[in-house]
Nanobody, 120 residues
Framework: VQLQASGGGLVQPGGSLSVSCTAS????????MGWYRQAPGKQRELVAR???????TYADSVKGRFTISRDNNKNTVYLQMNSLEPEDTAVYYC???????????????WGQGTQVTVSS
């Protein structure tokens, strides 16, 4: 099982970016999917997460600016980021709890991280 993230990049303050992450491999069930971020010198923090039934949690710092969504048929989670601020600069990691086909339990998986830089 792998998580492959894409998107991100450099944007000016006030701009928008999107990132996506697709799970692949021998998957039975994908439970919660989400995005975390880690800025230099800081701990990794939750940005947003979404359950298979689309129950959503956002960090207070991104509420009203970021939107998380998922396509269960494509095993993909998306993060649309609007009104970006320099404080949003970080490496963004996708995260998911996945039950592989031949396992009885779900395990936590991480994507490789994608850089988001907000700067003028």
């Amino acid at each position: 099982v792998q998580l492959q993230a894409s998107g991100g990049g450099l944007v000016q303050p006030g701009g928008s970016l999107s990132v996506s992450c697709t799970a692949s491999g021998s998957i039975r069930t994908i439970h919660v999917m989400g995005w975390y971020r880690q800025a230099p010198g800081k701990q990794r923090e939750l940005v947003a997460r979404i359950t298979p039934s689309s129950d959503i949690t956002y960090a207070d710092s991104v509420k009203g600016r970021f939107t998380i969504s998922r396509d269960n048929n494509k095993n993909t989670v998306y993060l649309q980021m609007n009104s970006l601020e320099p404080e949003d600069t970080a490496v963004y990691y996708c995260n998911a709890y996945i039950r592989p086909l031949t396992y009885y339990s779900a395990y936590e998986y991480w994507g490789q991280g994608t850089q988001v830089t907000v700067s003028s």
